[in-house]
């Protein structure tokens, strides 16, 4: 049953709808936003609990181009992105899970998920800090990987839906206690992901320790434009605005040195697929994965911090789909799905092969804390921690 109804904005039923037409569905709470007016709406609905009970919630963002986005509150995670390629067809172009289950059972991922305090290795598990050692679990072979065994993205962030003048989102918080994984102070998070009728999806992410501590956050999410478990993102045409990289050990911790792309596989400063140069014979290739190989490395984004320059984008030339990366960040992890094996399912059903997906985790460079001659990761107690980082999507 569904009724047709106008009215301005405001909370109706647990929906936010800016000045639209919209369609209620009276048994779930449901929207189907005008595409032609300025409908962007936000909706919540329950997405499932944790073994330990704890609800989770989702918020599904939608604007005018029939561009949809549903972020969920375990993990603070991107579960999906409804994308039209260029004939209007739409495809889910993030990888995921259907249930809380597929993200708890397939942790090791990270799909969409919200990374800290440290993004990327920290090696041995180990840094220095105001003249403390602090070691924090070593949860990838000798090193911390994305925060330690129980990071950010395996929290249930608290959650809170945004109405602005151009965009819907929602808000989320969490608040980490002083030692959690290791790491020195509270630190308390709050992330906003908006999405805007430009195809902008917005994450801005501030934070405040009560001590002196290290941090590094970033966003998980795996893209592949032709829709997520549609094949491999070999044929995808990706421009990293970027002259260095930092190059890797092999248990993927940076050596200390900036090194040129020129010359290497790792030159995507002109837009180059993605699969050209992956089977090259190049060390750093292996260390990133032993068997076939494939990029795991942080660039040094030549944006300088400049939200306004492009930093990535990434095309996919048969649907038309395109997303663009802007970041307040010097670097981005750029990861090509190396540790999928096509062996479980994920949404719908489908299944997500080696390089069926890449990252784009805007980032400070790994291992900082314990490389002094890298821009800083430390925060100062009561100092503000923030980053902006938008991921733009084309056709608009
Ligand atoms: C990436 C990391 C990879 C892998 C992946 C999660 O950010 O660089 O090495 O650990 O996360 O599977």
Redesign the pocket.
């Known amino acids: 049953m569904t009724t047709r109804t106008r009215f301005p904005s405001r909370w109706q039923d647990g929906i936010l709808v800016l000045g639209a037409a919209v369609v209620l569905c009276a048994s779930n709470v449901t929207v189907a936003a005008d595409k032609t007016s300025e409908s962007l709406a936000v909706t919540q609905s329950r997405f499932g609990k944790t073994p330990q009970g704890q609800a989770v919630e989702r918020y599904h963002l939608t604007n005018r181009n029939g561009m949809s986005v549903d972020i969920i509150t375990y993990g603070a995670r991107v579960q999906a992105i409804e994308l039209p390629d260029k004939n209007g067809k739409i495809a889910d172009i993030a990888l995921g899970f259907d249930d809380v289950q597929g993200y708890i059972d397939h942790a090791?991922?990270?799909f969409g998920a919200t990374?800290g305090r440290y993004?990327?290795?920290i090696a041995g598990g180990q840094f220095r800090l105001d003249g403390e050692t602090y070691q924090l679990p070593q949860n990838?072979g000798p090193n911390t990987?994305?925060g330690g065994t129980q990071g950010f993205d395996k929290a249930v962030w608290a959650a809170s839906p945004i109405e602005t003048d151009r965009a819907v989102g929602v808000e989320l918080t969490h608040v980490s206690p002083d030692g959690d994984m290791g790491f020195p102070g509270e630190l308390a998070v709050t992330l906003r992901y908006t999405l805007d009728n430009d195809n902008d999806l917005r994450i801005h992410y501030s934070a405040v320790a009560d001590q002196d501590t290290v941090i590094n956050l970033?966003n998980?999410t795996y893209f592949n434009l032709a829709g997520a478990g549609n094949g491999t993102i070999l044929d995808q045409v990706a421009m990293i605005n970027a002259d260095r990289f930092t190059p890797v050990d092999e248990t993927?911790i940076p050596t200390g040195e900036l090194a040129d792309v020129a010359g290497t596989p790792m030159d995507f400063r002109t837009p180059t697929a993605i699969g050209k140069n992956i089977h090259a014979d190049n060390q750093q290739l292996d260390y990133?994965e032993p068997k076939q190989g494939g990029y795991?490395f942080n660039w040094v984004l030549d944006t300088r911090g400049n939200l306004d320059d492009l930093a990535v984008r990434v095309s996919d030339p048969q649907s038309g789909r395109t997303v663009e990366m802007y970041t307040t960040e010097p670097g981005v992890?750029f990861?090509t799905?190396?540790?999928l094996t096509g062996s479980f399912t994920g949404k719908g059903g489908k299944t997500y092969d080696h390089w069926g997906g890449f990252?784009l985790?805007a980032q400070h460079y790994?291992d900082t804390p314990n490389q002094p001659d890298f821009p800083s990761t430390t925060l100062e107690a009561g100092d503000k921690y923030s980053q902006t980082t938008v991921y733009k999507f084309l056709p608009e």
């Open positions: 090791d991922t990270y990374i993004g990327n290795r990838d990987l994305h970033t998980h993927l990133a795991d992890q990861y799905s190396n540790f990252t985790e790994p």
